[in-house]
């Protein structure tokens, strides 16, 4: 009948007025939000923090206030026998493009 496919119609209009705000709000959260797409903002967030090392030296910062007996070092965490977990960790990154 014409109201059944009026409904029908009206489900339709409703769905790409949904997909259509979906695309909105992920245009407006940062454009491009494909998964390894070098236009993420995402992408671009993970990027400055892992090359910021400010966060590990707050660490030693607060460590040293912890124990003043002990002279906070920012090489702490590494060479404590790690080496090989953090090559792998690097030949794992250059592996996935990071």
Do not use: C, I, Y
Request: without cysteine.
């Amino acid at each position: 009948t014409s109201m059944d496919a009026f409904n029908r119609m009206e489900e339709k209009v409703e769905a790409l007025e949904a997909a259509a705000e979906v695309s909105a709000e992920m245009g407006s959260v940062g454009g491009n939000m494909l998964p390894g797409s070098s236009a993420s903002s995402l992408e671009k967030e993970f990027k400055a923090l892992e090359s910021s090392d400010s966060v590990d030296d707050e660490l030693q910062k607060l460590k040293g206030m912890l124990n003043p007996g002990k002279s906070p070092k920012s090489s702490e965490t590494k060479g404590n026998g790690n080496d090989k977990v953090d090559d792998e960790l690097e030949k794992l990154k250059k592996n996935a493009g990071l």
